[in-house]
């Protein structure tokens, strides 16, 4: 497959022009509040009148935000048109592009990254370090992929679909060829990518932003910890070696030059005993752990996706104060709206909720905290979390 360049015109999109979003979930609103300060004007198209990019974009239209029809017509009535998530079907992305609209990311760039086959397979052939895989079409593939994968030396396999499943949904783990039938009738008889089980010590990510001439920057390191599959924290700046800081951002601005991917690209990675990097999973949009990015860098992540995908200059991104990005998912909720009064009492924290109804599991909202030093601010983080767990 041959990386793409967007075909968007070199020449700025500046402001008050239209910007609009296919999806209007709470990534979809955090890009339109960011387009808004800079001065754009914003239309999200989402499934439901509740979304919480409602509260920012300017206009809200009830549809589906993958349907090709509904893009091409918001299309023509914007400058850019961008994606808040890998479920909008690159199609919707097609249909925009040929009503000579900016689209950012790209329908190739989309198509990729939404199919962990076709991801896993751009990485292996542009020589970009990631673990041992194979992919699985049917039952028999399945058992083929197992086998090959244990004689490779993999004491474990994840499952994963090829398509969808996030937050550790749509994965299973299996030790042996024998759990292979049940592990594919589990994850719906679908298309899976199997990958070794890797022996890491931490987990980071890499967010880059890159314009459509190639220009390019990228965030700090973030070091992230995940809980029941589900990220928990993000650190920023990571507690790594320079040389396997070094070593993720080469490898993240290496991902971003070979997809040729307009706005950000999010990649997510495993550090191994010995400093090294694989890459575990790419996302072609604003991502979860560079929340912590709306309090703790020079500029948000949102920011430089606006800035990236409208052909505006991208700066070097320094860290203002040391920072820790904490999820708050439905679970806290349980027992009625958690006291956040008592984080709020520590100057050092912020609260942001999305606006959604609570289950288990969810994605509520964040906390960021910051402070002189990382532990001051990972003290504080973990603190607040612990108030809001025990009321």
């Given at each position: 497959?041959?990386p793409?360049l967007?075909?968007?015109?070199?020449?700025?999109t500046?402001?008050?022009e239209?910007?609009t979003?296919?999806g209007?979930?709470?990534?979809?609103s955090?890009?339109?509040e960011?387009?808004?300060?800079m001065?754009?004007?914003?239309f999200?198209?989402?499934?439901?009148e509740?979304?919480?990019?409602?509260r920012?974009a300017d206009?809200?239209?009830?549809a589906?935000?993958g349907?090709?029809?509904?893009?091409a017509?918001?299309?023509?009535?914007?400058?850019?048109v961008?994606v808040?998530a890998e479920s909008?079907?690159p199609?919707a992305l097609?249909a925009?592009?040929?009503?000579s609209?900016?689209?950012?990311?790209s329908?190739?760039v989309q198509?990729?990254?939404?199919?962990?086959?076709?991801?896993?397979?751009f990485?292996r052939?542009?020589g970009l370090?990631v673990?041992p895989?194979?992919i699985?079409e049917?039952p028999k593939q399945?058992?083929?992929?197992?086998e090959?994968l244990l004689?490779?030396?993999?004491?474990k396999i994840?499952?994963k679909?090829?398509r969808?499943g996030?937050?550790?949904?749509?994965?299973r783990?299996?030790?042996?060829?024998?759990e292979?039938?049940?592990v594919?009738e589990?994850l719906?008889?679908?298309p899976?990518?199997l990958?070794?089980g890797i022996?890491?010590v931490a987990e980071a990510s890499v967010?880059?932003?890159?314009?459509a001439?190639?220009?390019m920057?990228?965030?700090?390191?973030?070091q992230?910890?995940?809980?029941?599959g589900i990220?928990?924290?993000?650190?920023?700046?990571?507690?790594?070696p320079p040389?396997?800081?070094?070593?993720?951002?080469?490898?993240?601005r290496?991902?971003?030059?070979a997809?040729g991917?307009v706005?950000l690209l999010?990649?997510?990675m495993f550090?191994?005993?010995?400093?090294d990097v694989?890459?575990?999973?790419?996302a072609?949009?604003p991502?979860?752990?560079?929340?912590?990015?709306?309090?703790?860098?020079s500029?948000s992540q949102?920011e430089?996706?606006?800035?990236?995908?409208?052909?505006?200059?991208?700066?070097?991104?320094h860290i203002?104060q040391p920072g820790?990005?904490?999820?708050?998912?439905?679970d806290l909720w349980?027992h009625?709206?958690?006291?956040?009064?008592?984080?709020?009492?520590?100057?050092?924290?912020?609260?942001?909720l999305y606006g959604?109804s609570?289950?288990?599991?969810?994605?509520?909202?964040?906390?960021?905290?910051?402070?002189?030093t990382?532990a001051?601010?990972?003290?504080?983080?973990?603190?607040?979390f612990?108030?809001?767990q025990n009321?």
């Amino acid at each position: 497959m041959k990386p793409q360049l967007e075909s968007i015109a070199h020449k700025p999109t500046l402001p008050p022009e239209h910007i609009t979003v296919l999806g209007g979930g709470q990534l979809g609103s955090m890009l339109c509040e960011a387009a808004k300060r800079m001065g754009y004007r914003t239309f999200c198209v989402s499934s439901h009148e509740t979304d919480p990019a409602r509260r920012w974009a300017d206009h809200h239209l009830i549809a589906d935000p993958g349907e090709p029809a509904t893009a091409a017509r918001v299309a023509r009535q914007s400058a850019v048109v961008t994606v808040e998530a890998e479920s909008i079907d690159p199609a919707a992305l097609e249909a925009a592009a040929n009503a000579s609209c900016r689209v950012a990311p790209s329908a190739e760039v989309q198509r990729t990254v939404r199919d962990r086959r076709l991801e896993k397979l751009f990485l292996r052939d542009h020589g970009l370090a990631v673990g041992p895989f194979a992919i699985a079409e049917s039952p028999k593939q399945m058992n083929e992929a197992a086998e090959t994968l244990l004689a490779g030396g993999a004491k474990k396999i994840v499952a994963k679909t090829a398509r969808g499943g996030y937050d550790g949904k749509g994965q299973r783990w299996l030790h042996s060829i024998e759990e292979s039938a049940d592990v594919w009738e589990a994850l719906g008889s679908t298309p899976l990518v199997l990958e070794a089980g890797i022996d890491f010590v931490a987990e980071a990510s890499v967010i880059v932003a890159r314009s459509a001439d190639g220009r390019m920057t990228h965030f700090p390191v973030f070091q992230n910890e995940h809980r029941r599959g589900i990220l928990f924290q993000t650190r920023m700046p990571g507690d790594f070696p320079p040389a396997t800081v070094a070593k993720a951002i080469q490898l993240g601005r290496g991902t971003a030059e070979a997809l040729g991917v307009v706005g950000l690209l999010a990649v997510e990675m495993f550090i191994l005993p010995d400093g090294d990097v694989f890459i575990n999973e790419l996302a072609a949009r604003p991502h979860n752990s560079g929340h912590v990015t709306l309090r703790a860098a020079s500029r948000s992540q949102f920011e430089m996706h606006i800035a990236a995908i409208c052909g505006l200059p991208l700066p070097e991104i320094h860290i203002v104060q040391p920072g820790v990005m904490t999820n708050l998912l439905g679970d806290l909720w349980a027992h009625g709206e958690p006291d956040f009064a008592k984080v709020l009492a520590d100057g050092r924290g912020m609260i942001h909720l999305y606006g959604k109804s609570p289950r288990p599991g969810r994605k509520m909202g964040h906390m960021i905290h910051t402070a002189a030093t990382l532990a001051e601010a990972v003290q504080a983080a973990n603190a607040a979390f612990a108030l809001l767990q025990n009321a």
